[in-house]
């Protein structure tokens, strides 16, 4: 499988009550809403979303409190490539 | 009571200027704008004069497991959001002891259940509104920082229309 492929399986993948598709939906390209408190939240696919993925410390803050709340641990380094590589995919 | 007009009209223009300054309260600082960023990525930016010194501590203390999600920041980030808010935290009362543990929600603060007890609770629950911590839903200023009851429109009690 290529890495976006890992990614996306990554993307949809269930942890203990959330996946991250539970705020940010199946699609990228979507504007998701925040699971507790209804906000929206923008696309996180750079081709709907041009910001995402250009702020390194930004990246990292939101896949170490996504991920423990998802997994219950911080995502590896090659299943954050793996995401990376599926959002930048979406929508190309 | 004997009173002439000029006496009287003295009068009238001060109650009316009170009763103004009443509902202005004091003037908030300016925002902070990591505060900002930071506390309103997934709800309202909740402003400091909301909550004691000791309730924003102990918020920033517990941010791994924010009312139910991880909202860690880096220590840096943290300290420099702390300090702003404790420097701008709601003083003390004189003679009112804190309570302790000093609460962690605005909703549970004496000054929030006070200003909202002629709401019943069922009215936070209603489609529009979701819960009490969803401000913006009554207070339609909450985003610039003001609550005055002049831009308080509170949603009907019946269900959302979608």
Same mark, same amino acid.
């Given at each position: 499988?290529?890495?976006?492929?890992?990614?996306?399986?990554?993307?949809?993948?269930?942890?203990?009550?959330?996946?991250?598709?539970?705020?940010?939906?199946?699609?990228?390209?979507?504007?998701?809403?925040?699971?507790?408190?209804?906000?929206?939240?923008?696309?996180? +696919?750079?081709?709907?979303?041009?910001?995402?993925?250009?702020?390194?410390?930004?990246?990292?803050?939101?896949?170490?409190?996504?991920?423990?709340?998802?997994?219950?641990?911080?995502?590896?380094? $090659?299943?954050? &490539?793996?995401?990376? +590589?599926?959002?930048?995919?979406?929508?190309? | 009571?004997?009173?002439?007009?000029?006496?009287?009209?003295?009068?009238?223009?001060?109650?009316?200027?009170?009763?103004?300054?009443?509902? +202005?309260?004091?003037?908030?600082?300016?925002?902070?704008?990591?505060?900002?960023?930071?506390?309103?990525?997934?709800?309202?930016?909740?402003?400091?004069?909301?909550?004691?010194?000791?309730?924003?501590?102990?918020?920033?203390?517990?941010?791994?497991?924010?009312?139910?999600?991880?909202?860690?920041?880096?220590?840096?980030?943290?300290?420099?959001?702390?300090?702003?808010?404790? $420097?701008?935290?709601?003083?003390?009362?004189?003679?009112?002891?804190?309570?302790?543990?000093?609460?962690?929600?605005?909703?549970?603060?004496?000054?929030?259940?006070?200003?909202?007890?002629?709401?019943? &609770?069922?009215?936070?629950?209603?489609?529009?509104?979701?819960?009490?911590?969803?401000?913006? +839903?009554?207070?339609?200023?909450?985003?610039?920082?003001?609550?005055?009851?002049?831009?308080?429109?509170?949603?009907?009690?019946?269900?959302?229309?979608?």
């Amino acid at each position: 499988m290529t890495p976006a492929g890992r990614g996306a399986a990554f993307f949809r993948a269930k942890g203990a009550e959330w996946s991250c598709t539970t705020c940010h939906t199946a699609d990228p390209r979507n504007p998701g809403r925040h699971v507790v408190t209804g906000k929206t939240i923008e696309p996180m +696919a750079p081709a709907a979303n041009p910001r995402r993925l250009t702020d390194a410390a930004k990246v990292e803050k939101w896949f170490r409190r996504n991920c423990r709340d998802v997994l219950d641990r911080e995502c590896t380094a $090659a299943e954050k &490539a793996d995401v990376v +590589a599926y959002l930048r995919s979406v929508g190309r | 009571m004997d009173m002439d007009f000029r006496t009287m009209l003295l009068a009238a223009t001060a109650a009316i200027t009170l009763a103004g300054a009443a509902d +202005a309260g004091p003037k908030p600082p300016p925002p902070d704008p990591a505060w900002q960023a930071e506390c309103g990525a997934c709800h309202l930016a909740y402003p400091p004069r909301f909550l004691s010194a000791d309730s924003w501590r102990r918020v920033m203390a517990g941010l791994g497991d924010h009312f139910g999600t991880d909202a860690s920041l880096e220590p840096a980030v943290a300290r420099g959001i702390t300090g702003w808010l404790v $420097a701008n935290a709601r003083k003390p009362r004189a003679g009112r002891p804190e309570p302790v543990p000093p609460p962690l929600r605005i909703t549970e603060a004496r000054w929030f259940t006070a200003e909202h007890d002629e709401l019943p &609770a069922s009215r936070f629950k209603s489609p529009a509104v979701g819960s009490a911590a969803n401000c913006a +839903a009554c207070h339609r200023t909450a985003d610039q920082g003001n609550f005055s009851e002049r831009n308080l429109k509170v949603p009907l009690a019946g269900p959302a229309k979608e």
